[in-house]
């Protein structure tokens, strides 16, 4: 039974959709868990792991479920010069204080409105806000 499941992504499918709930549901777990959506555009995936760390270290959950996933490839437009490295991928980590194969000793985080990359609402392609990228 997952106790609690964050998913970070800049690059959620739906506008206002859980994406994490439908992962939830998906794996099979109840519906008493805590459970969202995460964007914080690169730092999406960190952000979910730092809460999910903080939720069973407080004793809040006895574990967490962890994920980044993202598709940027999806959102970047022909031509544009991020398009030859930008890609997909995914990882997903479970936490929790049985079985542990790996301890989590802390994090850091810095939080700043740095408009370098953007996807307006209802727009497909990712914009860089500095003219590195197409203006497509």
């Known amino acids: 039974q997952i106790e609690a499941l964050y998913l970070g992504t800049c690059t959620n499918p739906y506008e206002s959709r859980a994406s994490a709930a439908v992962?939830?549901?998906?794996?099979?777990?109840?519906?008493?868990?805590?459970?969202?959506?995460?964007?914080?555009?690169?730092?999406?995936?960190t952000s979910a792991l730092q809460i999910?760390?903080?939720?069973?270290?407080?004793?809040?959950?006895r574990?967490?479920?962890?994920?980044?996933?993202?598709?940027?490839?999806?959102?970047?437009?022909?031509?544009?010069?991020?398009?030859?490295?930008?890609?997909?991928?995914?990882?997903?980590l479970l936490?929790?204080?049985?079985?542990?194969?790996?301890e989590f000793d802390g994090?850091?985080?810095?939080?700043a409105d740095v408009a370098d990359n953007i996807r307006p609402q209802g727009e497909r392609y990712i914009r860089s806000g500095m003219g590195l990228g197409s203006d497509k």
């Open 107 to 111: 994090s850091f985080s810095c939080a």
């Open 23 to 45: 992962i939830l549901e998906m794996l099979g777990s109840g519906y008493d868990a805590f459970c969202a959506d995460v964007q914080f555009a690169g730092k999406s995936g």
């Open 63 to 92: 574990n967490a479920l962890a994920i980044g996933a993202d598709t940027i490839n999806r959102n970047t437009a022909p031509g544009d010069l991020t398009e030859a490295y930008a890609g997909a991928g995914a990882a997903a």
């Open 52 to 61: 999910g760390h903080a939720l069973v270290a407080s004793g809040m959950a």
């Open 95 to 102: 936490l929790g204080r049985d079985n542990l194969i790996a």
